[in-house]
């Protein structure tokens, strides 16, 4: 199945540095989300992203097929950013609903 | 629009017994998945449903089964629980690519 590798594992910043998560995937996909796992367990949706780039705010995401590639841009970062975020993607077969999961980036981000 | 909904919240079971979750997705999505998430194994993909029928299923053992009603809403039971399903179970719904979460139904079994 596809494989999904994310880094780096753990990142440590100062609140207002900025910060770039980056996701590899093995194989075509048709579907990439960004996801940011809040303490009590609950993945929010940050970007839906299988090509091209979006930006929200202080985040913004760029994910190049061709290149199976992702990466998540996080600009002047709060305490409130902290987390673990996860890229997931839908491979380009018939995988109907099945995101494989990166193991997620733990960011901390202090005052 | 209400988000997808996960009930309960939170599960205690012991070894042997048989569990059953729920999940109501998003109104108007007819696509239900379902994921286990561990500290060793991470977020792994169970099932997903559409219109009542399983069109996906992930590499685990037939313990492990779902259903989904006509009004989309999806139930997922686990039979003879095992120490290792002690995890966050986490439901998505999608009306088409994109997977919206719900909180999660944390369960232990002791």
């Known amino acids: 199945g596809i494989q999904v590798e994310q880094s780096p594992p753990d990142l440590i910043l100062q609140e207002g540095a900025n910060s770039t998560l980056r996701c590899n995937f093995s194989?075509?996909?048709?579907?990439l989300q960004w996801f940011h796992q809040n303490p009590w367990g609950q993945l929010i949706n940050l970007f839906y992203?299988?090509?091209g780039t979006k930006q929200n705010g202080r985040l913004s995401a760029t994910t190049v097929a061709t290149e199976r590639y992702s990466l998540l841009y996080i600009s002047s970062s709060q305490t409130t950013d902290s987390g673990v975020y996860f890229c997931a993607v839908e491979d380009g077969g018939t995988s109907y609903g099945k995101l494989t999961f990166g193991q997620g980036t733990i960011l901390t981000v202090h005052p | 629009k209400a988000g997808v909904t996960q009930t309960p919240r939170y599960l205690i079971k012991t070894r042997g017994q048989q569990v059953t979750l729920s999940c109501s997705p998003i109104?108007?999505?007819?696509?239900v998945s379902w994921y286990q998430q561990t500290p060793g194994q991470g977020l792994q993909f169970l099932f997903e449903?559409?219109?009542?029928?399983?069109?996906n299923k992930g590499n685990f053992p037939g313990r492990f089964s779902g259903r989904q009603f006509s009004n989309s809403r999806s139930e997922m039971n686990v039979s003879t629980l095992e120490l290792g399903d002690s995890a966050l179970y986490l439901c998505?719904?999608?009306?088409?690519?994109?997977?919206?979460f719900g909180p999660g139904t944390r369960l232990t079994v002791l």
């Open positions: 449903y559409f219109s009542e029928t399983q069109r």
């Open positions: 109104s108007g999505h007819r696509s």
């Open positions: 194989d075509s996909v048709n579907n």
């Open positions: 998505a719904s999608s009306p088409d690519n994109e997977q919206f």
């Open positions: 992203i299988p090509s």
